[in-house]
């Protein structure tokens, strides 16, 4: 499975970007697609996540992000809305066909990874 991330940009701090990760192959509908971050000098963290029809998010993202999935178009899409100075960070999709429930916001959980849209947030 090969994943196409884009939708990255420059914004300004209060506006929205859009993510979206197109997967090469259709995805089954339990299978977990997920984005994650990693900021400069950081670690990569977990964003958010989708498996069947729930929905996962970091506490930080919570209320602002929304990740949904159209399995027709073999695409997970990230909507990011009132954006902050600290969502700058390269983003990137992952699919996992084995994750589980209780590592569904571990980096390790996912097999297939994208090559990451850069976000960059201004003050």
């Known amino acids: 499975v090969q994943l196409q991330a884009s939708g990255g940009g420059l914004v300004q701090a209060g506006e929205s970007l859009r993510l979206s990760c197109v997967a090469s192959?259709?995805?089954?509908?339990?299978?977990?697609m997920a984005w994650f971050r990693q900021a400069p000098g950081k670690e990569r963290e977990f964003v958010a996540a989708?498996?069947?029809?729930?929905?996962y998010y970091a506490d930080s993202v919570k209320d602002r992000f929304t990740i949904s999935r159209d399995n027709a178009k073999n695409t997970v899409n990230l909507q990011m809305n009132s954006l902050k100075p600290e969502d700058t960070a390269v983003y990137y999709c992952?699919?996992?066909?084995?994750?589980?429930?209780?590592?569904?916001?571990?980096?390790?959980?996912?097999?297939?990874w994208g090559q990451g849209t850069e976000v960059t947030v201004s003050s």
């Open positions: 989708i498996r069947s029809w729930s929905e």
């Open positions: 192959v259709r995805t089954l509908h339990s299978t977990a």
């Open positions: 992952a699919a996992g066909d084995r994750t589980i429930l209780s590592t569904i916001r571990s980096a390790t959980a996912y097999n297939y």
